[in-house]
């Protein structure tokens, strides 16, 4: 069954092998691997969910709801693990993803700033010369993108709470996948700003939730939600700007 995902992968603008996990890269890279991934994720959460007969979506448990007196009450707690190794699992997981995310920016993010001004606005968009790509957006794309199967880690977390996962977890973790995919699969130039964005927005969302799972509760969790929303709507607006900058979208 393994030989099945072996088939040829796209052409690579640096060594495949110079990648961390690069053996990996003819499998993950095929397009059914994160296809097939994404739908069982969808089907084990949605079926999962329905297993959850106590417990709240994080949505949900964060939320206050009024009974018929008017008073506020809080939703009921969740049956959430609470063990010392099951505490340091989650500690773990979100560190390693703060400082995973926090490196993938620093690695990125310089390469793109510099070639904004140094470069006229076009060819840093498009990169014309393929410096972004070649020096930075291949290889840590490449790593972006399998990380998004690691994160389904978040999921399980929840779920093992003994909370549901929102619809909206789910759709980001199935669609993240598969744009990863399709970006480093066309190495298509608008892909930068999901991995710049996001692993800014990750950096310090992994952060402020690494504290909380040790009882740490740090000031600013409504700005790591204004964040979250702002990434979605000025990454939409860059990545429409591309259809209007000719030749943009080829890919490399």
């Known amino acids: 069954m393994f030989q099945y995902f072996k088939l040829p992968a796209p052409p690579a603008p640096i060594p495949v092998e110079s990648l961390p996990l690069g053996s990996l890269y003819p499998w993950v890279m095929h397009w059914k691997t994160p296809l097939i991934v994404a739908l069982i994720y969808s089907v084990t959460v949605t079926y999962c969910n329905t297993k959850q007969t106590g417990g709240l979506s994080r949505v949900q448990a964060k939320q206050l709801q009024a009974d018929k007196t008017g008073t506020v009450q809080k939703p009921t707690k969740s049956r959430g693990k609470s063990s010392p190794w099951f505490t340091a699992f989650i500690f773990l997981h979100n560190l390693t993803l703060c400082i995973y995310s926090g490196i993938t920016f620093a690695k990125v993010a310089p390469v793109m700033y510099q070639q904004f001004t140094t470069q006229s606005f076009y060819d840093a968009m498009c990169d014309t010369r393929q410096v972004i790509w070649k020096e930075a957006l291949f290889s840590w794309g490449y790593l972006f993108y399998l990380s998004k199967f690691y994160e389904i880690?978040?999921?399980?977390?929840?779920?093992?709470?003994?909370?549901?996962?929102?619809?909206?977890?789910?759709?980001?973790?199935?669609?993240?996948?598969?744009?990863?995919?399709?970006?480093?699969?066309?190495?298509?130039?608008?892909?930068?700003?999901?991995?710049?964005?996001?692993?800014?927005?990750?950096?310090?969302?992994?952060?402020?939730?690494?504290?909380?799972?040790?009882?740490?509760?740090?000031?600013?969790?409504?700005?790591?939600?204004?964040?979250?929303?702002?990434?979605?709507?000025?990454?939409?607006?860059?990545?429409?700007?591309?259809?209007?900058?000719?030749?943009?979208?080829?890919?490399?």
Request: proline share 3%; glycine share 8%; net charge positive.
């Open 153 to 252: 880690i978040d999921t399980i977390i929840i779920l093992l709470k003994g909370r549901k996962s929102s619809m909206l977890q789910t759709y980001h973790h199935s669609g993240a996948m598969l744009c990863m995919w399709a970006g480093i699969h066309f190495q298509s130039m608008p892909i930068w700003i999901f991995v710049v964005f996001n692993s800014f927005v990750h950096t310090i969302m992994y952060f402020y939730y690494m504290c909380t799972s040790v009882g740490i509760h740090p000031p600013g969790k409504k700005y790591i939600t204004t964040m979250q929303i702002s990434q979605f709507l000025v990454g939409i607006a860059l990545a429409n700007s591309y259809l209007f900058l000719d030749g943009c979208l080829q890919t490399q």
